[in-house]
Protein backbone atom coordinates (compact mmCIF):
# COMPACT_ATOMS: atom_id res chain seq x y z
CA UNK A 1 0.00 0.00 0.00
CA UNK A 2 1.41 3.52 -0.19
CA UNK A 3 0.45 7.20 0.98
CA UNK A 4 0.26 11.09 -0.10
CA UNK A 5 1.72 14.65 0.64
CA UNK A 6 2.88 18.48 -1.21
CA UNK A 7 5.31 21.18 -2.19
CA UNK A 8 5.46 24.45 0.18
CA UNK A 9 7.31 25.68 -2.78
CA UNK A 10 10.23 25.36 -0.46
CA UNK A 11 10.33 21.48 -1.14
CA UNK A 12 11.17 19.55 -4.16
CA UNK A 13 9.68 15.79 -4.11
CA UNK A 14 11.29 12.79 -5.61
CA UNK A 15 12.26 9.49 -4.85
CA UNK A 16 11.49 7.19 -2.02
CA UNK A 17 12.72 8.40 1.29
CA UNK A 18 14.77 6.04 3.80
CA UNK A 19 12.64 5.02 6.77
CA UNK A 20 12.99 6.61 9.88
CA UNK A 21 13.97 5.34 12.95
CA UNK A 22 10.87 5.44 15.48
CA UNK A 23 12.77 7.53 18.69
CA UNK A 24 11.42 8.21 22.23
CA UNK A 25 11.00 12.15 22.50
CA UNK A 26 10.33 14.00 25.49
CA UNK A 27 9.82 17.76 23.65
CA UNK A 28 8.88 17.72 20.18
CA UNK A 29 10.40 19.33 17.14
CA UNK A 30 8.10 21.55 15.27
CA UNK A 31 6.23 19.65 12.83
CA UNK A 32 7.63 21.24 9.58
CA UNK A 33 4.45 21.19 7.42
CA UNK A 34 3.65 24.57 9.47
CA UNK A 35 3.98 27.62 6.94
CA UNK A 36 5.88 29.19 9.91
CA UNK A 37 8.45 26.71 10.59
CA UNK A 38 11.41 27.62 8.49
CA UNK A 39 13.35 24.73 9.66
CA UNK A 40 11.23 22.22 7.89
CA UNK A 41 12.98 18.99 6.60
CA UNK A 42 14.21 19.39 3.14
CA UNK A 43 14.24 17.04 0.50
CA UNK A 44 16.87 17.63 -1.89
CA UNK A 45 15.83 17.70 -5.64
CA UNK A 46 15.51 14.82 -7.57
CA UNK A 47 15.61 14.67 -11.87
CA UNK A 48 12.94 12.14 -12.82
CA UNK A 49 12.89 10.07 -16.34
CA UNK A 50 10.04 11.65 -18.22
CA UNK A 51 8.37 8.16 -18.00
CA UNK A 52 6.67 7.37 -14.80
CA UNK A 53 6.88 3.60 -13.49
CA UNK A 54 3.00 2.61 -13.86
CA UNK A 55 3.78 -0.41 -11.58
CA UNK A 56 4.48 1.72 -8.33
CA UNK A 57 1.26 2.27 -7.43
CA UNK A 58 -1.67 -0.76 -7.88
CA UNK A 59 -5.19 -0.58 -7.43
CA UNK A 60 -8.48 -1.91 -9.01
CA UNK A 61 -9.51 -0.12 -11.71
CA UNK A 62 -13.37 0.20 -12.64
CA UNK A 63 -14.27 0.82 -15.94
CA UNK A 64 -16.29 3.80 -16.85
CA UNK A 65 -19.98 3.41 -17.61
CA UNK A 66 -20.75 4.00 -20.89
CA UNK A 67 -22.20 7.10 -21.75
CA UNK A 68 -24.09 6.36 -25.20
CA UNK A 69 -26.39 3.81 -26.62
CA UNK A 70 -23.82 1.52 -28.31
CA UNK A 71 -23.86 -1.47 -26.51
CA UNK A 72 -20.19 -2.78 -28.01
CA UNK A 73 -18.97 -0.18 -25.37
CA UNK A 74 -20.51 -1.60 -22.26
CA UNK A 75 -18.03 -2.65 -19.91
CA UNK A 76 -15.47 -1.59 -21.95
CA UNK A 77 -11.87 -0.50 -20.37
CA UNK A 78 -12.18 2.83 -22.31
CA UNK A 79 -14.39 5.66 -23.41
CA UNK A 80 -13.27 7.76 -26.05
CA UNK A 81 -14.30 11.58 -26.04
CA UNK A 82 -13.52 14.63 -27.33
CA UNK A 83 -11.09 17.15 -25.88
CA UNK A 84 -14.32 19.56 -24.89
CA UNK A 85 -15.60 16.37 -22.74
CA UNK A 86 -12.32 15.59 -21.44
CA UNK A 87 -11.40 19.08 -20.33
CA UNK A 88 -14.71 19.40 -18.50
CA UNK A 89 -14.30 16.23 -16.32
CA UNK A 90 -10.73 17.27 -15.44
CA UNK A 91 -11.85 20.83 -14.94
CA UNK A 92 -13.96 19.87 -12.20
CA UNK A 93 -12.21 17.36 -10.43
CA UNK A 94 -9.57 20.15 -10.32
CA UNK A 95 -11.90 22.12 -8.54
CA UNK A 96 -12.49 19.41 -5.96
CA UNK A 97 -9.35 19.13 -5.63
CA UNK A 98 -8.48 23.19 -4.80
CA UNK A 99 -11.61 22.65 -2.48
CA UNK A 100 -10.41 19.73 -0.34
CA UNK A 101 -6.75 21.28 -0.35
CA UNK A 102 -8.37 24.10 1.60
CA UNK A 103 -9.73 21.71 3.94
CA UNK A 104 -5.71 19.79 4.38
CA UNK A 105 -3.97 23.05 4.62
CA UNK A 106 -6.54 23.71 7.90
CA UNK A 107 -6.12 20.21 9.50
CA UNK A 108 -2.39 20.35 8.88
CA UNK A 109 -1.90 23.64 10.82
CA UNK A 110 -4.02 22.12 13.46
CA UNK A 111 -1.53 19.20 13.40
CA UNK A 112 1.75 21.86 13.50
CA UNK A 113 0.16 23.54 16.54
CA UNK A 114 -0.55 20.13 18.37
CA UNK A 115 2.83 18.60 17.74
CA UNK A 116 4.51 21.93 18.43
CA UNK A 117 3.24 21.62 22.53
CA UNK A 118 5.97 19.86 24.99
CA UNK A 119 3.27 17.89 25.64
CA UNK A 120 1.28 16.52 23.22
CA UNK A 121 -2.41 15.75 23.20
CA UNK A 122 -2.74 12.72 21.77
CA UNK A 123 -6.40 12.51 21.12
CA UNK A 124 -6.60 16.12 20.07
CA UNK A 125 -4.61 14.50 17.51
CA UNK A 126 -6.21 11.69 16.50
CA UNK A 127 -9.34 13.46 15.78
CA UNK A 128 -7.50 15.72 13.34
CA UNK A 129 -6.14 13.12 11.64
CA UNK A 130 -9.81 11.61 11.34
CA UNK A 131 -10.67 15.01 9.93
CA UNK A 132 -7.91 14.50 7.29
CA UNK A 133 -9.07 11.39 6.43
CA UNK A 134 -12.92 12.31 5.81
CA UNK A 135 -10.85 15.15 3.35
CA UNK A 136 -9.16 12.79 1.53
CA UNK A 137 -12.50 10.77 1.29
CA UNK A 138 -14.28 13.32 -0.35
CA UNK A 139 -11.40 13.46 -3.06
CA UNK A 140 -11.17 10.05 -3.63
CA UNK A 141 -15.07 10.34 -4.40
CA UNK A 142 -14.18 12.39 -7.35
CA UNK A 143 -11.50 10.73 -9.01
CA UNK A 144 -13.16 7.66 -10.26
CA UNK A 145 -14.40 9.89 -13.28
CA UNK A 146 -11.09 9.43 -14.74
CA UNK A 147 -11.49 5.50 -15.08
CA UNK A 148 -11.07 4.74 -18.71
CA UNK A 149 -11.81 8.24 -20.36
CA UNK A 150 -9.47 8.56 -23.16
CA UNK A 151 -9.49 11.85 -25.19
CA UNK A 152 -9.54 11.74 -28.88
CA UNK A 153 -6.21 12.73 -30.37
CA UNK A 154 -7.51 14.59 -33.34
CA UNK A 155 -9.04 17.19 -31.62
CA UNK A 156 -6.61 17.57 -28.87
CA UNK A 157 -4.86 21.18 -28.69
CA UNK A 158 -2.37 22.34 -25.99
CA UNK A 159 -4.51 24.41 -24.12
CA UNK A 160 -6.41 21.04 -23.37
CA UNK A 161 -3.37 19.46 -22.26
CA UNK A 162 -2.49 22.70 -19.94
CA UNK A 163 -5.68 21.55 -17.79
CA UNK A 164 -4.87 18.34 -17.14
CA UNK A 165 -1.22 19.47 -16.44
CA UNK A 166 -3.18 21.59 -14.04
CA UNK A 167 -4.44 18.81 -12.32
CA UNK A 168 -1.39 16.50 -11.95
CA UNK A 169 0.50 19.34 -10.27
CA UNK A 170 -1.76 20.04 -7.88
CA UNK A 171 -2.89 16.16 -7.05
CA UNK A 172 1.73 16.06 -6.66
CA UNK A 173 1.39 18.99 -4.56
CA UNK A 174 -1.27 17.95 -2.24
CA UNK A 175 0.51 14.61 -1.77
CA UNK A 176 3.81 16.20 -1.17
CA UNK A 177 2.34 18.62 1.54
CA UNK A 178 1.34 15.74 3.33
CA UNK A 179 4.26 14.02 3.51
CA UNK A 180 6.14 16.60 4.62
CA UNK A 181 4.05 16.73 7.87
CA UNK A 182 3.91 12.56 8.14
CA UNK A 183 7.59 12.58 8.71
CA UNK A 184 7.06 15.25 11.53
CA UNK A 185 4.65 12.71 13.00
CA UNK A 186 6.29 8.85 12.39
CA UNK A 187 9.07 10.15 15.16
CA UNK A 188 6.75 11.02 17.89
CA UNK A 189 6.73 8.96 20.81
CA UNK A 190 5.83 5.03 20.57
CA UNK A 191 2.89 5.46 22.41
CA UNK A 192 1.01 8.25 20.51
CA UNK A 193 1.64 6.24 17.20
CA UNK A 194 -0.06 3.53 18.63
CA UNK A 195 -2.94 6.07 18.83
CA UNK A 196 -2.86 7.63 15.39
CA UNK A 197 -1.26 4.88 13.31
CA UNK A 198 -3.99 3.37 12.16
CA UNK A 199 -5.75 6.13 10.85
CA UNK A 200 -2.16 7.62 9.31
CA UNK A 201 -2.50 3.62 7.36
CA UNK A 202 -5.75 4.14 6.61
CA UNK A 203 -5.04 8.13 5.09
CA UNK A 204 -1.66 6.19 2.88
CA UNK A 205 -5.38 4.04 1.73
CA UNK A 206 -6.61 7.17 0.60
CA UNK A 207 -3.74 8.89 -0.86
CA UNK A 208 -2.77 5.50 -3.48
CA UNK A 209 -6.56 5.17 -4.21
CA UNK A 210 -6.45 9.54 -5.33
CA UNK A 211 -3.17 8.89 -7.14
CA UNK A 212 -3.77 5.80 -9.01
CA UNK A 213 -6.92 7.15 -11.28
CA UNK A 214 -4.80 10.59 -12.08
CA UNK A 215 -1.45 8.50 -12.53
CA UNK A 216 -3.41 6.40 -14.93
CA UNK A 217 -4.94 8.78 -17.04
CA UNK A 218 -2.00 11.18 -17.14
CA UNK A 219 0.10 8.26 -18.94
CA UNK A 220 -2.29 6.94 -20.46
CA UNK A 221 -3.31 10.28 -22.41
CA UNK A 222 0.82 10.50 -22.60
CA UNK A 223 1.38 7.30 -24.36
CA UNK A 224 -2.03 8.18 -26.71
CA UNK A 225 -0.50 11.46 -28.18
CA UNK A 226 3.44 10.92 -27.68
CA UNK A 227 3.60 10.80 -31.39
CA UNK A 228 2.13 14.59 -32.00
CA UNK A 229 5.46 16.68 -32.37
CA UNK A 230 3.83 19.78 -31.23
CA UNK A 231 3.05 18.52 -27.74
CA UNK A 232 6.04 16.98 -27.00
CA UNK A 233 6.66 19.49 -24.19
CA UNK A 234 3.54 19.96 -22.19
CA UNK A 235 3.51 15.81 -22.57
CA UNK A 236 6.72 15.54 -21.00
CA UNK A 237 5.73 17.73 -18.25
CA UNK A 238 2.90 15.63 -17.34
CA UNK A 239 4.55 12.62 -17.49
CA UNK A 240 7.26 14.04 -15.38
CA UNK A 241 4.68 15.31 -12.73
CA UNK A 242 3.16 11.39 -12.37
CA UNK A 243 6.48 10.09 -12.05
CA UNK A 244 7.06 12.34 -8.87
CA UNK A 245 3.00 11.11 -7.74
CA UNK A 246 3.84 7.63 -8.15
CA UNK A 247 7.50 8.13 -6.54
CA UNK A 248 6.02 9.79 -3.47
CA UNK A 249 3.78 7.68 -2.65
CA UNK A 250 6.42 4.85 -2.82
CA UNK A 251 8.33 7.06 -0.29
CA UNK A 252 5.38 7.34 1.97
CA UNK A 253 4.46 3.54 1.94
CA UNK A 254 8.42 3.20 3.47
CA UNK A 255 7.90 6.38 5.69
CA UNK A 256 5.20 4.54 6.89
CA UNK A 257 6.16 0.81 7.38
CA UNK A 258 8.38 1.24 11.11
CA UNK A 259 4.48 2.67 12.31
CA UNK A 260 2.67 -0.06 10.50
CA UNK A 261 5.39 -2.54 12.08
CA UNK A 262 4.68 -1.40 15.07
CA UNK A 263 0.72 -1.96 15.13
CA UNK A 264 1.61 -5.13 14.18
CA UNK A 265 -0.20 -4.45 10.92
Same mark, same amino acid.
Given at each position: ????????????????????????????????????????????????????????????????????????????????????????????????????????????????????????????????????????????????? =??? &??? %???? /??? *?? +???? #?? $?? !???????????????? =??? &??? %???? /??? *?? +???? #?? $?? !?????????????????????? %????????????????????????????????????
Amino acid at each position: MKFFSTALAAFAVGSAMAVPVLEARTVPTPCPCSGNDKSGVEVPPVDLPGACNANGIKTPIKNHPSTGDDESNAGGDEVSAGAGDVVVVVETLVTAVIDVEAKVHANLDLIASIVADAKIDAQALLKVIVDLELNLQELQDCVPT =LDG &LVI %DADV /VVA *AD +LEVV #LD $LV !VRVQALIAEVEVCLKA =LVV &LDA %DILL /VIG *AK +LNLC #LG $LI !VSIATPVVDFALALVAKLTVIV %DLKVILGEISDCAGKITNTCDGLTSLLAPVLSLLGL
